[in-house]
């Protein structure tokens, strides 16, 4: 079976999709897993090696991973190298969820490195949104809720085993 890669801006809900559908697939949430492994949070590792160190991880964690699942963070599409990978691998969907509803659900998180203040995370949002509409194969609306962004997700998922 070939991978399922789930992409989107953070706070699109694509860890909440991944924890809704982790009990019926094998799902790797990368954000997650790196935190586990590097046994501190992606802010800190932001602080101590930089947004390229995380980069670096983190395409590492996407190559090996063997989930049929694949949840990424939301800047995996920034080198072109990880979304290659992708696109030659599995299939992409990608949750399209408007800007507005995105700020409503991160402005306040401490754990998202990038967020300072809204304009700056509006300029990378439509930095990225071309790269994601670039490579997805499956396009989700992100106003769905997390019961329908997991069922339309199962049904891609059932369609590849």
């Not at 809900?13 to 982790?22: F, P």
């Not at 932001?46 to 390229?52: L, P, Q, T, Y």
């Not at 509006?122 to 670039?134: D, I, N, T, W």
């Not at 499956?138 to 997991?150: K, M, Q, Y």
Request: hydrophobic share 35%; charged share 35%; net charge negative.
């Amino acid at each position: 079976m070939s991978k399922v890669y789930l992409i989107g801006f953070m706070g699109t809900g694509k860890s909440a999709v991944g924890r809704r559908l982790c009990t019926q697939y094998e799902v790797d949430e990368l954000d997650e897993r790196f935190e586990r492994e590097q046994e501190k949070t992606i802010a800190a590792y932001f602080v101590e090696h930089g947004e390229a160190g995380f980069r670096t991880r983190e395409g590492e964690l996407l190559k090996n991973s063997k989930a049929e699942l694949v949840v990424t963070g939301g800047g995996i599409v920034e080198r072109p190298e990880n979304r290659s990978f992708m696109k030659d691998s599995g299939t992409i969907i990608w949750i399209d969820t408007p800007f507005d509803l995105i700020w409503e659900r991160i402005a306040s998180d401490p754990n998202r490195p990038l967020v300072t203040e809204r304009e700056q995370v509006k300029q990378l949002f439509e930095r990225r949104y071309s790269l994601y509409a670039e490579i997805a194969t499956v396009r989700l609306e992100g106003t769905a809720s997390i019961d329908e962004l997991a069922r339309a997700i199962e049904t891609v998922l059932e369609e590849k085993s």
